[in-house]
């Protein structure tokens, strides 16, 4: 396993347009983080999931964002109309749940860079 | 709600220079504390956690003690290289369920570290 992959590292897209990016865990790991990090910020909390389900969304999360984890592998983040103020690096890092609900380390993929036009 | 917050940057330091990025937080129940590394064109890295109080975090030369009383985790390594130059998180997250949670994390702002030879 080469860790947790992201798809695609770039995208460019007009305001308005529906963009969808793709994250690839760690393949034991079964909980996934989605996260955003602007310019010169750290990166901030989006939602998460535990296998399939979505535990936890932030209030960041509009209604134009949606993200699936659809069988509890890969998820996918998907921005409808997007804005300007969405250009950011989307992170996406996984980890493993124990039993005693505490997490391993939290690994995280290279990102995907979004810049809305 | 949880927050934490960075010494501001950037830090520019001459090689075997001694480092100290300060770090203080603000949580509800008992945070663990992490510092995080972000290399040029690579993801987020853990460096070093502290999961109680007076704990301390060490890894590659770096150390950080966890400090309840003064709510601060600051980082330091007594002589830096070209190589350690980065984007340094500190960050937080807490576990509801009494747990470590290395998941859910709530970042700094990030201090940028450049070393000259």
Known sequence: ?117 | GNSVTQMEGPVTLSEEAFLTINCTYTATGYPSLFWYVQYPGEGLQLLLKATKADDKGSNKGFEATYRKETTSFHLEKGSVQVSDSAVYFCALSTSRAGGTSYGKLTFGQGTILTVHP
């Open chain 1, 1 to 117: 396993d080469t860790g947790v992959s992201q798809d695609p590292r770039h995208k460019i897209t007009k305001r308005g347009q529906n963009v969808t990016f793709r994250c690839d865990p760690i393949s034991e790991h079964n909980r996934l983080y989605w996260y955003r990090q602007t310019l010169g910020q750290g990166p901030e909390f989006l939602t998460y999931f535990q296998n399939e389900a979505q535990l936890e969304k932030s209030r960041l999360l509009s209604d134009r964002f949606s993200a699936e984890r659809p069988k509890g592998s890969f998820s996918t983040l998907e921005i409808q109309r997007t804005e300007q103020g969405d250009s950011a690096m989307y992170l996406c890092a996984s980890s493993f749940s124990l039993r005693d609900r505490s997490n391993t380390e939290a690994f995280f993929g290279q990102g995907t860079r979004l810049t809305v036009v």
